[in-house]
């Protein structure tokens, strides 16, 4: 298996447009997480789901911020409009039994 | 709220030397402990998964330790590499949801 892909792998943007940032995960792995980092907090968990379904939304951090999963291999997350303080790096993760496996990650940097 | 917090921030040391990374939490109800390992520019990678009914998990020159009672655990690196030079990251997983809960890492550099 490839992993978790993510696209795009960089992404730069001016305030104000909207962004889209895509993930597929491992085939057969029901659970789908969406993470932010930063330098100030961290790992932070966003959203996650399981078989598609959004089951913990809480760290979403405003209305800005939306995320579907329309079928078991793909995720979308949307942040319209983006502001500078989005800049991070925006990780995706699919699990197995136990284990998380992280994407690459999408670095996003807000103008 | 489980918090998580690992000592040292950062760590330099020749390579050869053995080593040990801490991490403590506040909440001991928790399901599993995993330490994961974070490369620059890079995602992270599962390096030992610690149930919380285990003492103990080792891979390599790697071994994790858990005490759930006193909320510790440590990763213990083995004549350690430049190779090994990364981000370490402990995270733990509470008994009644599916979140990972991630300490802020340590910063592992080994001198050749």
């Known amino acids: 298996d490839a992993g978790v892909i993510q696209s795009p792998r960089h992404e730069v943007t001016e305030m104000g447009q909207e962004v889209t940032l895509r993930c597929k995960p491992i085939s057969g792995h029901d659970y789908l997480f969406w993470y932010r980092q930063t330098m100030m907090r961290g790992l932070e968990l966003l959203i996650y789901?399981?078989?598609?379904?959004?089951?913990?939304d809480s760290g979403m951090p405003e209305d800005r911020f939306s995320a579907k999963m329309p079928n078991a291999s793909f995720s979308t997350l949307k942040i319209q409009p983006s502001e500078p303080r989005d800049s991070a790096v925006y990780f995706c993760?699919?699990?197995?039994?136990?284990?998380?496996?992280f994407g690459p990650g999408t670095r996003l940097l807000v103008l | 709220k489980q918090e998580v917090t690992q000592i040292p921030a950062a760590l330099s040391v020749p390579e050869g030397e053995n080593l040990v990374l801490n991490c403590s939490f506040t909440?001991?109800?928790?399901?599993?402990l995993q330490w994961f390992r974070q490369d620059p520019g890079k995602g992270l990678t599962s390096l030992l998964l610690i149930q919380s009914s285990q003492r103990e998990q080792t891979s390599g020159r790697l071994n994790a330790s858990l005490d759930k009672s006193s909320g510790r655990s440590t990763l213990y690196i083995a004549a350690s590499q430049p190779g090994d030079s990364a981000t370490y990251l402990c995270a733990v997983i509470m008994e009644y949801g599916n979140k990972l809960v991630f300490g802020a890492g340590t910063i592992l550099r080994v001198k050749s």
């Open positions: 789901f399981n078989n598609n379904v959004p089951i913990d």
């Open positions: 993760a699919s699990r197995d039994q136990e284990t998380q496996y």
């Open positions: 909440d001991s109800a928790i399901y599993n």
